[in-house]
């Protein structure tokens, strides 16, 4: 799918709320590796890396989701909460807000670092309003890679928010 030059197109973030009402998991072999509060997480295996791909649904009670969606793009209050990070900030490059987070990981393990770019947007569908916030990994020569950390090169996100119906949120993430 194309990228629109501003980052993320308008299909995309349309395909992350139809995920979001009808939960994409037919066709392939996701597997269930947690159910618990509400909250369901399944993984996929990419045969051809090796790696995981994972999706998770689940209510959040009273929780609004314009909270939900604000905590997510705060990454100030990140760094106060989630102990793993070493450093996560945006800078402007080329035009567009650009997202470099590095976490720590226990000895003997590298830290690994990210580049990517993400997006907000308040969708209505059918009366309902829902928060998206997309996020994939970019390359820009701002950011060089540094000795000793891995860099993620294959980083994509999809989040997808609404009201439950009363004081919390319904949630997809991919």
Known sequence: MAQAADGFSEEQFREVCAELQQPALAGADWELLLETSGISIYRLLDQNT????????????????????????????????????????????????????????????????YIYLRQRRELDVEGKTIYVILAQSTSVPQFAEKPGVIRVKWYKQSLAIESDGKKGSKEWRS
């Open 50 to 113: 090796g790696l995981y791909e994972y999706k998770v649904f689940g209510v959040l009670e009273n929780c609004p989701p314009a909270l939900l969606a604000d905590v997510y793009m705060d990454l100030d209050y990140r760094k106060k909460w989630d102990q793993y990070v070493k450093e996560l900030y945006e800078k402007e490059c080329n035009g567009e807000i650009v997202v470099y987070w590095e976490v720590k990981y226990p000895f003997p393990m590298s830290n690994r670092d």
